[in-house]
């Protein structure tokens, strides 16, 4: 088994533990219904952490969704960490029931990373974007410079945790994972303005797998 498949390890295998220690602790003190509890909380929280492997696939400037969830805006903003100009903005939701592990929309190489502490209101509120604990990916393409992009993982209400596996530095290849954001949160995506949007608010996206947008050659 590779790095990070199947399930987020060591934080399921933790829970796991934990779980059936307490549910064994549970059982001798209070008896089989009381120890279905942390039974089932258990199964909730692997059910979290699992990481599922996909096959991206992708044409020439295609931009894939880098988490699971629903888009709840897309807006056009001045985009001030990497872009630095005008930039169009796609935020997608990911409840406690989605996957939450990160992958890269496009292949590239990470050349902003930067994390930010801040609040913990709910992720599907617009301020999250700029509130929020969050933190930074700017990704270029090695091979068509003109063609970059930023994510942002930001923590929500639940959601107390950012977990980056990559540095600055890294190249990664078209949605290979590079983080995850623990219970319930939000990932923006920014596109340079005139690049393509390929998906509308409400739509559900599967990350490494819908094809979002589509970037410009500058």
Not at 106 to 121: M, N, Q, S, T, W
């Amino acid at each position: 088994m590779k790095k990070h498949d199947l399930f987020i390890l060591p934080d399921a295998l933790l829970f796991a533990i934990v779980g059936i220690a307490v549910s064994f602790i549970v059982y001798y003190s209070l008896g089989l219904t009381a120890s279905l509890l942390p039974i089932i909380l258990t199964l909730f929280v692997l059910l979290f952490f699992r990481n599922p492997p996909r096959k991206a696939i992708a044409g020439p400037g295609d931009v894939l969704s880098p988490a699971d969830g629903r888009v709840v805006s897309i807006d056009e903003v001045e985009e001030t960490e990497y872009i630095n100009g005008p930039a169009i903005k796609i935020s997608i939701f990911l409840s406690l029931a989605d996957v939450h592990v990160n992958r890269s929309p496009i292949a590239g190489k990470v050349e902003y990373l930067k994390y930010k502490p801040g609040k913990f209101f709910p992720a599907f509120k617009g301020h999250a974007s700029h509130l929020n604990e969050r933190n930074y990916l700017g990704i270029r393409n090695e091979e068509n410079p003109g063609q970059y992009l930023l994510v942002v993982q930001i923590t929500g209400f639940i959601a107390r945790r950012i977990a980056c596996w990559s540095k600055k530095g890294d190249v990664l290849t078209l949605g290979q994972r590079f983080g995850v954001i623990k219970f319930g949160s939000r990932t923006d995506v920014y596109l340079p303005k005139g690049c393509e949007v390929l998906t509308k608010k409400g739509h559900r996206v599967k990350g490494g797998v819908t094809v979002i947008g589509r970037l410009c050659n500058e």
